[in-house]
């Protein structure tokens, strides 16, 4: 005698969860709002767009401006540091001539007294010369440093400038958010108000067009309807 086959039980499918159903219905409302505000904010996103755009330009402009002043700080930097190794250079090499000068002329007076005269005069006129050069070689510094304190205070000036763009800019960006809230509230008042008085809700329904613009009070005055220009046959109360 044969034996019936025996069934395998099949797997259950898997079913959606009511959390996960949930989060599906809400990610459509999500959708369809963000699409709503897309249509409601696209002029005023345009306006924003210019202003945002034209601050960027400043922006740049403040940046490149700040970078070619740093650059220069920084030549300008080197040059005094230049500067600053030559007059050294220079005072050690007055000083190392003035004293061989000094010591071979004091050799010279333990023999020959009268040439120590004349010696010490050139003596004198080479040191004097030499200060003269480190004088106009300070002056010069002092020029340069005169130079990169300036262009230090235009740079903070400029960051300054740059800091306040950035915080005009955020101003800006909050005030599209607050235009895109006004404009969406806007928006939802104007689709309940009658298009008439702007008072009242609308609440009367022209037929066959279906259209509904007015209220009851404002409605009395029209034969055609606003929108389509058809002739109205019927009017009709509705609630939203």
Not at 87 to 112: H, R
Not at 230 to 235: A, G, V
């Amino acid at each position: 005698m044969k034996q019936k086959p025996v069934p395998i039980p099949s797997k259950p499918k898997p079913e959606k969860t009511q959390q996960s159903n949930k989060k599906e219905a809400s990610l459509e409302q999500i959708r369809s709002k963000i699409n709503e505000m897309k249509d409601l904010v696209s002029k005023s996103d345009l306006v924003m767009q210019g202003h945002i755009e034209h601050l960027l330009m400043k922006l740049n402009v403040l940046e490149k401006e700040i970078s070619n002043d740093k650059n220069n700080i920084a030549g300008q930097q080197k040059r005094i540091n230049m500067l600053e190794k030559q007059s050294k250079t220079l005072g050690l090499k007055e000083k190392q001539k003035q004293q061989n000068n000094t010591q071979q002329n004091v050799s010279q007076s333990t023999f020959n007294y009268p040439v120590l005269s004349p010696t010490y005069n050139l003596i004198q006129e080479d040191v004097q010369s030499g200060f003269h050069t480190m004088k106009l070689q300070l002056g010069t510094q002092s020029s340069y440093n005169n130079d990169t304190k300036r262009l230090q205070e235009k740079l903070e000036q400029l960051e300054m400038d740059l800091q306040n763009v950035l915080l005009t800019n955020i101003d800006l960006l909050e005030k599209n958010d607050r235009l895109k809230k006004e404009i969406d509230s806007a928006q939802k008042t104007k689709v309940l108000i009658c298009q008439v008085c702007h008072k009242n809700e609308r609440e009367v329904l022209f037929m066959p067009c279906n259209h509904v613009l007015t209220c009851s009070a404002c409605s009395n005055i029209f034969t055609t309807c606003m929108t389509c220009h058809s002739h109205i046959k019927d009017k009709r109360i509705v609630f939203f």
